[in-house]
């Protein structure tokens, strides 16, 4: 099996799983959007302050940080879901 096919089939069955009951499934897209705008907020506040921090600029650190978010959206979404099944299975024998 390809890496995509992998891939694509661990994403169809996050989204099945999460799609289940409508009510959660829109209640998590608000709090991840919540969540985002409450994570860079800061770096808004500090930069409106300051045109560098460290020798960072703002688009550095917006950079930084976007990155970390898209890669904990990633870990939540194919790799968290998929593996608490996989313990269940084994649990379960």
Known sequence: ???GVSIA???RASLLTTMRYR???VGEAVMAVAWAAWTTAPLFV???QAPTLAGWTA???LA???FFIIAQG???ALVDPNLRAVVEHV???
């Open 1 to 3: 099996m390809s890496l």
């Open 9 to 11: 089939a661990l994403m």
């Open 23 to 25: 009510a959660s499934f």
């Open 46 to 48: 500090v930069f409106d």
């Open 59 to 61: 688009d550095e650190a």
């Open 64 to 66: 930084v940080v976007g």
């Open 74 to 76: 990633v870990l939540e």
């Open 91 to 93: 649990r379960q024998g």
